[in-house]
């Protein structure tokens, strides 16, 4: 057996329903980097650990432990935790981290539930100091920003997708099987994933550059494709306020706020978005904000940065006009 | 089939909310403290099935300072059978571990066939005490769910994960988390309100569920340093006089943006 790295920092790779590894992983990779030696652990369906450890060595990874078992498209959240749980045992960790998506956080949850071990959630930045592992968190959307850390032990962290830009320097891929007893916990079986295809060429909404939103101002489905227009034009991703979800506009993923997505872009379009509470707590950190509404009176032009005061159907296709003309 | 339905009661998310600079709690005296909607939202759900079933037992169960009470009666108003609130000053700072311990072990007292939980709350957003409470309790956990259909005997539902749509299924016992895509909650009216002052209401202290808030043997989560940031502040906002689309232009130019 070979020899682990005495600050070995523990990244659980996720895949998606395609096999391909997420896109999380640069960031957890690069995160670890940062406090530590990182190791990848792959937990896939049989015959596809080594392209998630090749793809993960790329990024970063000092080496990757590697589990195959047909439970993992099968079963939830359980056959991951038993992997998780082997690794741990195996490399001694300083810290374990996870995406904070949704099935990150089932993952986190129970492995701490089941280990005892410590748990900081949706982290934007890891750390190190004397003492250890610190994350940091920013809450209330972005109004405060917290550390924390583990009194003992290692600290699980889940950390918000698309908030570290950083990237690690590649690696030789080393590959280490690993064998995982099942815990025979209850789960939930899973009876069908369906996999979204990718119909756009757009930016992911997450740890996008720039992110274009539009709210119920947009009027109805149709209208709302002028937003998509000018993300067009900008190169943006789709974003939306809560309102415009609910009445259908667009699905829930592009949804920013509170309850849904946080974004901290260099730009952010606001777009007859009124600049509720919700809605600004997963938007106010962005660089630069620019809002179009015509309610002089609207709560986003309190933290806009250029604000509009006028008709989104009168300004947008003008401003999409101005930004061709430049182009060419 | 008993439901127990956890809620939580946050500062109303419609005002400023604040953190405690010394403590790094949140400032209860500084907004109004509502039921989270997100607990609202799974409450409903456990309602709709009691309609349709009227074999169904639902409790609302919540963690929460003493003073939560009124928050908590709600759900009884809005027609939950039974409230649980474990309320003990030594679970003030409790951490989610501790958080996870306390409401399994509550859960367990009760007895349970379907814990139902909000998939996020609004002051937290922790989102992990579903799965937490799932391995404690020994049962399997059916998280994130955007539809959900309860029988006798087995949960199912649709999650909408990263790249893809899932369909579960979980024997129970379980726990669901739910998601603000299923129907808003219904409001408590008058009957439900007078009705509710008859229900029973439990409070907890821990040591009544054997947990010891200041156990050290176990690690915990601590929070070694809080900032506030300062406030955003406005810019500059004109009124579109026919080149409102313009200036935009020239504002993203300006600052390097596109
Ligand atoms: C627990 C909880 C969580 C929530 N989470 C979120 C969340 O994550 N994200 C979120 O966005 N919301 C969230 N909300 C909802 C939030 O409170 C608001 O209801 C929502 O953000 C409003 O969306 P909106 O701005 O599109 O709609 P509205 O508030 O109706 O605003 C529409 C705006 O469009 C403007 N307008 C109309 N026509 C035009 C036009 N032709 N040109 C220019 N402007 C026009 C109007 O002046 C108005 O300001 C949450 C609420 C709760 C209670
Ligand atoms: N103190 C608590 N009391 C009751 N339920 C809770 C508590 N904390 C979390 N929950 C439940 O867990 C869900 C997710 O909360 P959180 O993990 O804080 O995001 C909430 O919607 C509640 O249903």
Redesign the interface.
């Known amino acids: 057996m070979t020899d682990h790295p005495a600050d070995a920092i523990l990244v659980l790779l996720?895949a998606?329903?395609?096999g391909e590894l997420?896109t999380s992983a640069a960031g957890l990779l690069a995160a670890a980097a940062g406090i530590g030696t990182p190791v990848a652990l792959a937990v896939a369906a049989p015959g596809e650990a080594q392209s998630l450890a090749e793809q993960a060595a790329a990024l970063g990874a000092e080496r990757v432990l590697a589990v195959e078992a047909t439970s993992t498209q099968s079963e939830?959240?359980v056959p991951h935790?038993d992997a998780l749980a082997a690794a741990v045992k195996l490399i001694a960790p300083d810290a374990v981290l996870i995406s904070?998506?949704?099935?990150g956080?089932?993952?986190?949850?129970?492995f701490?539930?089941?280990t005892?071990?410590?748990?900081?959630?949706?982290a934007v930045g890891v750390s190190r100091d004397d003492e250890g592992v610190?994350a940091h968190h920013s809450?209330?959307g972005?109004?405060?920003?917290?550390?924390?850390?583990?009194?003992?032990?290692p600290?699980v962290v889940?950390v918000r997708q698309g908030a570290i830009d950083a990237r690690a320097e590649s690696r030789p891929v080393v590959t280490e099987s690993l064998e995982v007893p099942a815990s025979g916990?209850?789960?939930?079986?899973?009876?069908?994933?369906?996999?979204?295809t990718e119909t756009s060429s757009r930016p992911e909404l997450r740890g996008a550059k720039?992110v274009v939103s539009g709210g119920r101002g947009l009027g109805s489905a149709e209208k709302f494709a002028l937003v998509e227009e000018l993300a067009d034009a900008?190169g943006a991703a789709v974003g939306a306020s809560?309102a415009a979800v609910d009445a259908g506009y667009i699905p829930?993923?592009h949804q920013v706020g509170?309850?849904g997505v946080s974004v901290s872009p260099?730009?952010y379009v606001a777009l007859g978005i009124s600049g509720?509470?919700?809605h600004k707590?997963g938007m106010?950190t962005a660089k630069?904000?620019?809002a179009?509404n015509k309610d002089?009176d609207a709560p986003i032009?309190?933290?806009?940065?250029?604000?509009?005061?006028?008709?989104v159907f009168?300004?947008?296709?003008?401003?999409?006009?101005?930004?061709a003309e430049?182009k060419r | 089939m008993k439901i127990i339905v956890l809620v939580k009661e946050v500062p109303d998310t419609y005002g400023e909310r604040k953190l405690d600079l010394e403590t790094g709690l949140a400032d209860r005296a500084a907004s109004e403290a509502v039921l989270d909607e997100i607990g609202e939202r799974a409450l409903e759900v456990a309602l709709v099935h009691a309609d349709a079933h009227a074999d169904t037992e639902v409790v609302v169960m919540s963690m929460a300072p003493e003073t939560a009470a009124t928050t908590i009666r709600k759900g009884l108003a809005m027609g939950a059978g039974s409230a649980v609130h474990i309320a003990d000053p030594g679970l003030a700072a409790a951490d989610l571990g501790l958080t996870a311990r306390t409401l399994a072990a509550a859960i367990r007292r009760t007895g349970f066939d379907l814990v139902i939980t909000g998939n996020l709350s609004t002051d937290g957003s922790g989102g992990v005490i579903p799965a937490m409470l799932a391995e404690l309790l020994e049962v399997p956990n059916a998280t994130a769910l955007t539809s959900v259909e309860i029988t006798d005997d087995a949960v199912s539902g649709t999650r909408t994960v990263d790249g893809g749509a899932m369909r579960v299924r979980a024997p129970l016992p379980a726990v669901i988390s739910i998601t603000e895509a299923l129907p808003d909650a219904r409001f408590p009216n008058f009957k439900g309100i007078m009705a509710a002052k008859k229900k029973p209401f439990e409070t907890l202290s821990a040591a009544d569920l054997g947990i010891e808030p200041e156990d050290l043997s176990a690690a915990w989560s601590i929070m070694t340093a809080i900032a506030e940031k300062p406030p955003r502040t406005a810019g500059t906002k004109i009124t579109d006089e026919g080149d409102g689309g313009t200036k935009i232009a020239e504002f993203l130019i300006e600052n390097r943006l596109v």
């Open positions: 996720e998606t329903p395609t997420a939830l959240t935790v904070n998506s949704i099935e956080r089932d993952i986190a949850g129970r701490a539930a089941r005892g071990a410590p748990i900081a959630v949706d610190l809450v209330y972005g109004a405060y920003n917290i550390v924390s850390a583990a009194t003992f032990g600290l889940t916990a209850a789960s939930a079986a899973i009876e069908s994933v369906e996999p979204v720039r900008l809560r829930a993923n509170q309850t260099q730009l509720a509470i919700q707590a106010q630069n904000i620019v179009v002089p032009f309190e933290v806009a940065d250029f604000g509009v005061v006028g008709d009168t300004v947008v296709p003008q401003l999409i006009s101005a930004l430049r």
